[in-house]
């Protein structure tokens, strides 16, 4: 293997890696947050989408590179060489190493995509889960503020009862309180539809992860059986070769 080859084979075992560990499930989206939002990641963050286009840029051209390497060497069909073992089998390594490059470069490149959805998501998801938690604790505050509001009010007026204050009947207070009242049950509604909303926000981004989640899986286990042919191609090859 060439060492440019070498070089992306290497980039795609390090992103391989790195699928399986965004795909690890004991680590939760908020600890990803905080690592994705360290200072040592966000400096490499600065330059990362310069370096992000590069890549995809080196890898597309190595991949069509290998394409064409492919279809150079596809010509045991077209030309008759039964009188040359020995160009055949020479024709057909060079057929099986431009497979295995075309195979190495477009998974690279599929996976080098698939990071950076990974990453986007599971910030989304952290994102979501925190507005989530903080909506919630909103909500709550204000349910509390308002029934110990309301239990204040009856104390009050139960001790201008005792003092022989007259209290006006709950169908005739003063418009003050009962315009208080609403308008904390209002923001109490509109607190629970926001949580709500962001509640099927973080549902929908949460299956989004498991589908890319379930992506990678496969696109390991599809890897791993390519893996295994070329290793029993290498092996028919050597006992040829012998």
Same mark, same amino acid.
């Given at each position: 293997?060439?060492?440019?080859?070498?070089?992306?084979?290497?980039?795609?075992?390090? +992103?391989?890696?790195?699928?399986?560990?965004?795909?690890?499930?004991?680590?939760?989206?908020?600890?990803?947050?905080?690592?994705?939002?360290?200072?040592?990641?966000?400096?490499?963050?600065?330059?990362?989408?310069?370096?992000?286009?590069?890549?995809?840029?080196?890898?597309?051209?190595?991949?069509?590179?290998?394409?064409?390497?492919?279809?150079?060497?596809?010509?045991?069909?077209?030309?008759? /060489?039964?009188?040359?073992?020995?160009?055949?089998?020479?024709?057909?390594?060079? &057929?099986?190493?431009?497979?295995?490059? +075309?195979?190495?470069?477009?998974?690279?490149?599929?996976?080098?995509?698939?990071?950076?959805?990974?990453?986007?998501?599971?910030?989304?998801?952290?994102? &979501?889960?925190?507005?989530?938690?903080?909506?919630?604790?909103?909500? +709550?505050?204000?349910?509390?503020?308002?029934?110990?509001?309301?239990?204040?009010?009856?104390?009050?007026?139960?001790?201008?009862?005792?003092?022989?204050?007259?209290?006006?009947?709950?169908?005739?207070?003063?418009?003050?309180?009962?315009?208080?009242?609403?308008? /904390?049950?209002?923001?109490?509604?509109?607190?629970?539809?926001?949580?709500?909303?962001?509640?099927?926000?973080?549902?929908?981004?949460?299956?989004?992860?498991?589908?890319?989640?379930?992506?990678?899986?496969? &696109?390991?286990?599809?890897?791993?059986?390519?893996?295994?042919?070329?290793?029993?191609?290498?092996?028919?090859?050597?006992?040829?070769?012998?």
């Amino acid at each position: 293997m060439s060492l440019q080859w070498t070089a992306v084979a290497t980039f795609l075992y390090a +992103e391989v890696f790195f699928v399986l560990l965004l795909c690890i499930p004991f680590i939760s989206p908020k600890r990803w947050n905080r690592i994705f939002k360290s200072r040592l990641v966000q400096t490499i963050a600065l330059y990362g989408n310069t370096w992000f286009m590069v890549a995809i840029a080196i890898l597309v051209f190595l991949l069509i590179d290998a394409f064409r390497e492919v279809r150079k060497y596809s010509v045991t069909e077209k030309v008759d /060489l039964t009188n040359n073992p020995t160009a055949i089998e020479h024709i057909h390594m060079k &057929l099986f190493r431009a497979q295995r490059n +075309e195979y190495i470069a477009g998974f690279a490149l599929l996976l080098c995509l698939l990071l950076r959805r990974l990453a986007t998501l599971l910030s989304q998801q952290a994102s &979501l889960m925190a507005s989530n938690e903080a909506f919630k604790k909103q909500a +709550e505050g204000a349910s509390t503020a308002a029934k110990k509001y309301m239990e204040d009010n009856e104390l009050l007026q139960e001790k201008l009862r005792d003092a022989g204050v007259e209290v006006p009947e709950a169908g005739k207070k003063g418009a003050g309180p009962q315009e208080e009242n609403k308008n /904390l049950k209002e923001e109490v509604k509109t607190l629970k539809e926001e949580l709500d909303t962001t509640k099927k926000a973080l549902q929908k981004s949460d299956s989004d992860v498991r589908a890319m989640k379930k992506q990678a899986e496969n &696109l390991t286990v599809e890897y791993d059986r390519l893996l295994e042919e070329h290793s029993k191609l290498l092996a028919s090859s050597d006992k040829k070769s012998d």
